[in-house]
């Protein structure tokens, strides 16, 4: 269990951290929030994480609760205090705490902060990526923002419980369409028999992940293709190879879609080959 938490404005004992029982973010999930990973000590990808909580904050005119440089202070303070090495830093802004209700409160209240760290064991994320992981379909149910990363996550809870049901590590969400939007928790991404690197567009049907767009960069500087195109099930089904990119998994692959195999059923030779540039970045 972690030992501290910051909220709003104190670093205090995990055990006894809390919010107002009229924070809207607890109330009506009026809140938005990041997920950071640490590696070696250091928060990965920082900056490009506080650029998304920023354009999140001002998709919900939520005012940020402190400058930048102040929050790049408590996350180092927060990740030196867990003596975190390899794990993930949390953090999460509300609109603060009024008496409920749908309407934004006037006065503008200060806005909530809680920025919390945990560490992980990179040899199990390890031993999952080479054993790769398993995939199940459901309906795309969420609201039409996805691309605002809220912490109104009732659809992914759900996707994500459907899934260890079933046995399964992770869901993609399928809309009308019937296209493959994203993970539960993540960007869903699949590799065609000619070699090319196939996501979802960032079109507001997803949540544009930092991790995706590394993989971008990372794909595209060793000469692959990357289109941002839609996909079905059974294309995923079909395809070479396919995976997954979020901040807790890096570049993580996928071996099962639906009980079908992908590929011969282990890691694929690109897969494997990105997630090895992603670690190697830290």
Aim: net charge neutral; glycine share 10%.
């Amino acid at each position: 269990m972690p030992r501290y938490a910051y909220v709003n404005g104190r670093y205090v004992p995990f055990a006894g951290a809390a919010v107002h029982v009229e924070d809207r973010g607890l109330q009506l999930a009026d809140g938005i929030y990041e997920v950071v990973s640490v590696s070696d000590g250091m928060p990965l990808d920082r900056d490009a994480h506080l650029d998304r909580l920023d354009r999140s904050l001002g998709e919900l005119d939520i005012t940020p609760p402190m400058s930048r440089s102040a929050l790049e202070v408590v996350i180092g303070e927060i990740i030196r205090r867990e003596r975190v090495r390899y794990g993930m830093v949390y953090i999460q802004v509300t609109r603060g705490v009024a008496r409920r209700d749908h309407a934004f409160p006037v006065p503008e209240r200060r806005p909530g902060l809680i920025v919390m760290a945990r560490a992980i064991r990179p040899e199990r994320q390890a031993a999952k990526a080479a054993r790769g992981i398993t995939v199940i379909s459901v309906p795309e149910t969420r609201w039409s923002r996805v691309d605002i990363k809220t912490t109104a996550l009732t659809g992914n809870v759900l996707a994500r419980q459907a899934a260890i049901e079933a046995g399964a590590d992770e869901a993609w969400f399928v809309d009308g369409r019937g296209v493959v939007t994203e993970g539960a928790s993540s960007n869903a991404w699949i590799v065609s028999r000619g070699g090319a690197l196939i996501t979802h567009p960032t079109d507001g049907r997803i949540l544009g992940g930092i991790t995706r767009e590394i993989a971008i960069q990372l794909a595209e500087s060793e000469g692959l293709r990357v289109e941002d195109q839609p996909f079905t099930i059974a294309e995923a089904q079909s395809a070479s190879e396919a995976f997954i990119t979020s901040a807790g998994n890096g570049i993580m692959p996928v071996v099962d879609i639906d009980h079908s195999t992908i590929g011969d059923g282990t890691p694929g030779p690109l897969v494997t080959m990105l997630r090895k540039r992603f670690d190697g970045r830290s």
